[in-house]
């Protein structure tokens, strides 16, 4: 997908299209998920420091991350790539591997193109967005295709061209090959991969050690013979937060661990699944990273059972001298609950400790605040009188909202008092508008998005042939 967070960003609301857009992390410690392609002509990249981004593009929107909605797309393209072969390797939300040939759909370069052509299509039907394809031989040729068409293209990497198509490309061109080997094989005379190619298999091993030195000959000659792996099981459903400034207050501290168990509780009943070990982490001011985790005797997806754990491991941890980040997780997932979770929550547990425990927790016999309204920038809000909106900042008390949504003109703007009983947060709008369908079209009156996603397809086969990777 091309710049995917940003792009959502832009697709959802109409103001922010062809403007510069910066996802992440927006205090003083943040970096940028992504960024638009409008961004990046100012120098802003991913992995940037939030503060740099903000010097090089000033005007840029900033926007903090609305994963739910990521995740929601991602899984309306993924169900796209099953539909195409089995073999799906995901690499993150916006990227994966398809082995073409294993679904038939593909069994020689015109079917491949074909293939990748009405892929993009479908997707954009289907989400609003654009991808790129990569069409190769392998993996890692497949992988260097798609980030040649981006964006919004398609890049086929015939069979027999592939030498010819590396040779004058950079080594960092190359999987594997970041700055500091890039740097050592540039002293050496190699920057590109002709160069890699022509100075032979023991130089390589003698510059960069045995198993890195004989991995790129061998990419420099375009030979790759990993397989794509079909995705694998869900370890743990987990979420997390870094704060702009310590947490020093030890009630906050169990605000924030009950706030990041419900999130947890929502992502896991989201994905059908429950859990037997809770999980806490914490780390600390001086960035020492402590986990701690608790075993029920079932499964459980229950908010109350998940944030009673949670509370009970952080009981265990020393929070004096501030908390810089805190994450509950919950692992050993399966597909169903434990029933009697009052006995569950009371019963025997298990107790696994990663590190010797800490000192005496201070405790304050106080209660707990009631919790600040948080108005993010770019998340989704609903107002009484004016709709759907979506918070352009916030800060001294005061929330500004711009009222649009995805499928209507730039909105207007309008700022309200952050505890104003008419404004709420709301979930998001579909960035492609359900479409009626009439009366007698496959059954009763219904709406439908894009084309039919069901994972049987009827994509046929052709003679067997050099097994093709896709890359998105």
């Known amino acids: 997908m091309d710049a995917f967070f940003a792009s959502v960003e832009q697709a959802s609301k109409p103001s922010l299209r062809g403007k510069a857009v910066v996802v992440g992390g927006l205090g003083p410690r943040g970096v940028v998920a992504t960024c638009s392609y409008e961004a990046r002509v100012f120098g802003v990249h991913s992995a940037m420091p939030m503060g740099q981004a903000r010097r090089l593009a000033p005007n840029a929107a900033y926007l903090v991350p609305r994963f739910e909605l990521y995740r929601s797309i991602s899984e309306q393209v993924m169900r796209l790539l099953r539909g195409l072969s089995p ?56 992988k260097i295709a798609s980030e040649e068409a981006k964006p919004d293209g398609l890049v086929l990497i015939p069979p027999g061209t592939e030498r010819t198509m590396l040779e004058p490309m950079t080594v960092r061109t190359l999987p594997g090959v970041g700055p500091a080997t890039g740097d050592h094989l540039r002293r050496a005379g190699i920057t590109t991969v002709g160069d890699i190619a022509e100075a032979g298999e023991d130089e390589l091993v003698r510059l960069l050690g045995k198993a890195h030195g004989h991995a790129l000959y061998a990419m420099a000659l375009a030979l790759d013979e990993r397989p794509v792996v079909a995705e694998r099981e869900t370890k743990s459903v987990s979420v997390e937060d870094t704060y702009d400034v310590d947490i020093h207050d030890r009630v906050r501290v169990g605000v924030e661990v009950g706030r990041l168990a419900d999130r947890c509780v929502r992502r896991l009943r989201g994905s059908g699944l429950s859990g037997r070990t809770i999980v806490l982490k914490v780390r600390r001011y001086d960035f020492s990273t402590l986990t701690r985790s608790e075993t029920l005797r079932g499964p459980t997806d229950d908010p109350g059972v998940v944030r009673e754990a949670a509370a009970r491991l952080l009981d265990s941890v020393d929070t004096t001298g501030g908390v810089r980040l805190l994450g509950v997780g919950v692992s050993g997932l399966a597909d169903y609950t434990q029933e009697d979770l009052f006995a569950q929550a009371a019963g025997e547990r298990v107790q696994e400790v990663a590190e010797e425990p800490d000192a005496e927790p201070v405790r304050e016999d106080r209660p707990a605040p009631a919790p600040e309204r948080r108005w993010p920038s770019g998340h989704d809000v609903r107002h009484v009188e004016y709709g759907h909106g979506w918070v352009q900042g916030s800060g001294l008390g005061r929330v500004t909202v711009r009222f649009e949504t995805p499928y209507s003109e730039p909105g207007r703007v309008r700022t309200f008092p952050v505890d104003d009983p008419h404004l709420a947060p709301a979930e998001p709008l579909p960035l492609v508008p359900a479409v009626p369908r009439r009366p007698g079209e496959g059954g009763p009156a219904t709406t439908e998005a894009g084309p039919d996603l069901g994972g049987e397809t009827d994509a046929g086969t052709g003679p067997a042939g050099s097994a093709r990777q896709a890359s998105g």
């Open 87 to 142: 073999l799906v390797e995901p690499l993150s939300l916006d990227e994966a591997f398809v082995d073409l040939e294993a679904g038939g759909a593909a069994w020689d370069a015109e079917s491949a193109r074909l293939a990748g052509t009405k892929l993009r299509t479908d997707i954009r039907a289907v989400t609003g967005l654009t991808g790129s394809v990569g069409l190769a031989a392998s993996k890692m040729l497949a």
